[in-house]
């Protein structure tokens, strides 16, 4: 961009001379932060992008806003001479943004009940978590390979070091789904979820005892009716067998310390690759177990049963689905809550699980006692004041170093 500029009155046979001098070359600074965002559970994608492993916590906090070069070079309306009446006018989306957060909102509770209801209705006919478990990520892993295959991204190199410290995260994220469809398929949707309502305790006692962070006492008090709702629940719960508490509990463990070695995985490749690889090493963690704990049953009489009992098809198509949804529900989880604050955010997370648990005792038909509901509710409860207790305190944070 130049500037043109009339120096003095020097004159040349009495017409006035211009002088043109270039100003200085503007130089713009594409400045970017950090994105906050966290989630739960297995691969998690954003429109074809997927979460660093430093952020797959389950904590979420919204993003703050990048300023791209491209964005930061776009000239304002007063440089460019155009007046306001110029300006395209915005489109109904760009108008009430509202509208596009709440489809957000719908698809991911949508896609996560599906894909809940899915896959205990397969385990009604096909008991074989191991191999689920495989299919889920074998079909994420899939659809990354297809996104290298087009150039969407372009597939980052792998080195010995990164490789290295991507596996401690590949580890915990493949024992952690692997042990909570054990759960899901040993005992009801709706009590895998209560027990899984543990998480944030399990994420603040490492928080304090593991990385040394000091967790305020409002957090810690906001965790007791957790864990008594917790409690109340297991107690009288009609589906309940340790495989399935045992294996919730292993699983709570295992994405809370999957969580810390994220934050020692810091790395500049981006996120896109950095979960494709992390979605190929869990895969490859999770076919032993399956092969040596499952395979023989799987070659003598379980594929054979499932056919029967359903028929090939649907059985191809149930198992293909199921993870299409485990995928997209985590992507369309993570876009979501992008958009939001995270107060916003932090209720959302609760009243998915809410939204879950209601509708597997819907669709199963599932008889829960009296002591269990309310054991349930008051462990909701607890996670709900945990949440919006830890959002209020990050946010306080912002603004000081923000100030």
């Known amino acids: 961009m130049e500037s043109r500029v009339l120096s003095g009155s020097t004159t040349l046979s009495g017409i006035p001379k211009l002088i043109i001098k270039p100003s200085a070359r503007l130089t713009t600074v ?3 932060f950090p994105a906050r965002i966290n989630t739960n559970g297995g691969g998690n994608v954003v429109c074809g992008r997927q979460l660093r492993p430093s952020l797959l916590n389950l904590d979420y906090s919204s993003p703050v806003p990048t300023v791209t070069k491209r964005d930061a070079l776009k000239p304002c309306l007063a440089a460019t001479g155009d007046s306001a009446g110029d300006a395209a006018p915005a489109g109904f989306l760009a108008k009430y943004p509202f509208l596009v957060t709440g ?3 719908f698809m991911w509770y949508f896609l996560n009940v599906i894909f809940n209801i899915l896959n205990k209705k397969i385990y009604n006919y096909f008991p074989y978590p191991y191999f ?3 299919i889920h ?33 590949a580890f915990c994220h493949a024992l952690g789904h692997v042990t909570s469809n054990v759960s899901f398929a040993a005992v009801a949707v709706s009590f895998t979820h209560t027990i899984k309502a543990l998480e944030p305790f399990f994420n603040a006692a490492a928080s304090q005892f593991v990385l040394g962070q000091s967790i305020p006492l409002t957090l810690w008090l906001s965790l007791a009716p957790v864990v008594l709702g917790v409690s109340m629940a297991s107690l009288t719960e009609l589906s309940f067998n340790w495989l399935g508490f045992i294996s919730a509990m292993i699983s709570n463990i295992s994405f809370t310390y999957r969580s810390i070695y994220s934050k020692k995985a810091m790395t500049d490749m981006d996120s896109t690759n950095l979960y494709a690889y992390i979605s190929i090493i869990a895969l490859l963690f999770c076919l032993p177990p399956a092969i040596i704990l499952e395979g023989p049953k799987l070659l003598n009489h379980g594929f054979s049963d499932a056919i029967a009992k359903v028929g090939m098809t649907k059985f191809v198509s149930d198992l293909f689905w199921v993870g299409m949804f485990y995928h997209l529900y985590n992507q369309l989880a993570t876009n979501t809550l992008e958009r939001v604050a995270p ?14 648990i209601g509708f597997s005792i819907v669709i199963f038909g599932n008889k829960i006692s009296t002591q269990t509901a309310i054991g349930t509710s008051i462990a909701i409860a607890g996670v709900a004041m945990y949440s919006l207790i830890k959002a209020k305190i990050e946010e306080e944070k912002r603004n000081l170093k923000s100030a």
Do not use: E, Q
Not at 343 to 356: E, M, P, Q, S, Y
């Open 343 to 356: 107060l916003t955010h932090a209720v959302g997370n609760v009243l998915k699980r809410v939204f879950v």
């Open 30 to 32: 594409a400045v970017s």
């Open 132 to 134: 689920v478990s495989v």
């Open 137 to 169: 990520l074998a079909v994420g892993v899939v659809y990354c390979l297809g996104s290298w295959t087009v150039g969407l991204p372009k597939r980052a190199p792998m080195d010995s070091n990164l490789l290295k410290l991507l596996i401690p995260v």
């Open 103 to 105: 489809f957000f909102f």
